[in-house]
């Protein structure tokens, strides 16, 4: 599972940020992972999944030529004979396949998949704008591809339930998502009291019950009450099946196409009394895409 906010701002001078990102990563504390690192001759960043059979497949990762993905799985039962959906997040930092050709091809294969809900991101760095897409197996949606529209500026949630019907953590967290950015501006100036506060967003244990439809959905997935209220928080933290958020990543992209990709991840073997994160950090220029995608 994963919980995903970010802000478009098409208009943004070259001292405000133009994109803000927010993502935590829920997941099993043993299954072996990857922090992020630098791929593709240095051209994109991620973290990578270590499971056998679904190794090199990641949640979340961008590239700097504009590209973000993000996979938030639709909390569901799971069948175990289908495809990893984690390749379809590095499948899209380096494809040469512009964003609608490749949203469409993820569609038409999205029965080979478990629930999931794929955010694709260009930037538009030839100044056509950002766009932003969202393919999903979802059989609730509209369609298995919609375009959001995104004018001078916008806010964006997805979370693990059918598109029409969130949990209250993602409903409530859209909501401090925009307040946080409210309060502190979107100006350059502010970006370390910004990374704080989403850092401090993303790590919230409030407990976000009643939930009538994340319920709904923990029956169906067999989960125990304790389970549930743990998954309504925003910070996952369930030590009774070892399984929480892992890691969260801050994306920053300002209007000179300056990126700042933060991360923390959760250190393993994990210690249920005294937790330890590792940071890592990495900067770099957006670049217009180019022959090397």
Avoid at 112 to 121: A, E, K, P, V
């Amino acid at each position: 599972m994963c919980l995903l906010f970010f802000y478009v701002n098409n208009e943004a001078k070259e001292d405000e940020f133009r994109f803000i990102l927010v993502n935590n990563r829920d997941e099993y504390w043993d299954r072996p992972t990857k922090s992020a690192e630098k791929w593709n001759r240095e051209s994109c960043i991620s973290g990578f999944d270590q499971q056998p059979e679904k190794e090199g497949g990641t949640w979340f990762g961008a590239s700097k030529y504009g590209r973000v993905a993000c996979l938030v799985n639709i909390s569901l039962p799971q069948d175990l004979t289908k495809r990893g959906r984690g390749f379809l997040v590095r499948d899209f930092l380096i494809t040469p396949d512009n964003i609608d050709v490749y949203a469409k091809r993820v569609a038409e294969e999205k029965d080979c998949y478990n629930g999931f809900s794929l955010t694709l991101i260009d930037l538009g760095l030839q100044g056509s704008g950002c766009q932003v897409y969202l393919v999903t197996n979802d059989k609730l949606a509209d369609a298995p591809v919609l375009k959001f529209q995104t004018p001078a500026h916008d806010f964006f949630a997805v979370g693990n339930s059918p598109l029409r019907y969130p949990w209250r953590k993602m409903s409530l967290g859209k909501e401090r998502f925009m307040e946080i950015l409210k309060t502190h501006g979107r100006d350059v100036s502010t970006k370390e009291m910004l990374v704080d506060s989403l850092f401090e967003l993303m790590f919230d244990k409030t407990k976000n019950m009643p939930d009538p439809q994340l319920e709904s959905q923990a029956s169906t997935c067999g989960w125990n009450q304790t389970s549930t209220e743990a998954i309504s928080s925003v910070f996952v933290w369930n030590p009774e099946t070892k399984y929480g958020t892992r890691t969260t990543t801050v994306l920053l992209v300002d209007g000179k196409g300056n990126c700042d990709y933060r991360e923390k991840t959760l250190e393993t073997p994990v210690s249920t009394c005294h937790p330890k994160w590792s940071t890592k950090s990495f900067t770099f220029q957006l670049q217009p895409p180019n022959a090397s995608l």
